[in-house]
């Protein structure tokens, strides 16, 4: 991952800080056991909300469960842009997010 994508992942967040939404909202970077990566960005109340994304779906299974060592699973749900992948795919997982949001 480039400076540059966490750099505008962060200005994403602040611009959409107005002293509510980040109250109840925002965005989590946490791994996962599988082992991997799993990126929740909240979209109600943003610009997005509402807009399409072609999920995309890697060494997934139709659940979105790994298959194989090499996986990618991006999606909306519930008004949430998840975002998961395998332990060397955290800096795509992020700029497939800021590629979506421009």
């Given at each position: 991952?480039?400076?540059?994508?966490?750099?505008?992942?962060?200005?994403?967040?602040a611009?959409?800080?107005d002293?509510?939404?980040?109250?109840?909202?925002?965005?989590?970077?946490?791994?996962?056991d599988?082992?991997?990566?799993w990126?929740?960005?909240?979209?109600?109340?943003?610009?997005?909300?509402?807009?399409?994304?072609?999920?995309v779906?890697?060494?997934?299974?139709?659940?979105?469960?790994?298959?194989?060592?090499?996986?990618?699973?991006?999606?909306?749900?519930?008004?949430?842009?998840?975002?998961?992948?395998?332990?060397?795919?955290?800096?795509?997982?992020?700029?497939?997010?800021?590629?979506?949001?421009?």
């Amino acid at each position: 991952m480039s400076d540059d994508d966490l750099n505008r992942l962060a200005r994403w967040f602040a611009r959409h800080c107005d002293g509510e939404w980040e109250q109840h909202r925002g965005v989590s970077v946490q791994s996962t056991d599988n082992p991997g990566w799993w990126v929740k960005i909240d979209l109600e109340r943003t610009k997005l909300a509402g807009r399409p994304f072609a999920a995309v779906c890697e060494g997934v299974d139709d659940r979105g469960f790994p298959t194989s060592g090499r996986w990618l699973h991006c999606r909306l749900k519930d008004g949430l842009w998840h975002g998961a992948g395998d332990q060397t795919r955290l800096a795509e997982i992020i700029s497939r997010f800021l590629a979506w949001a421009g």
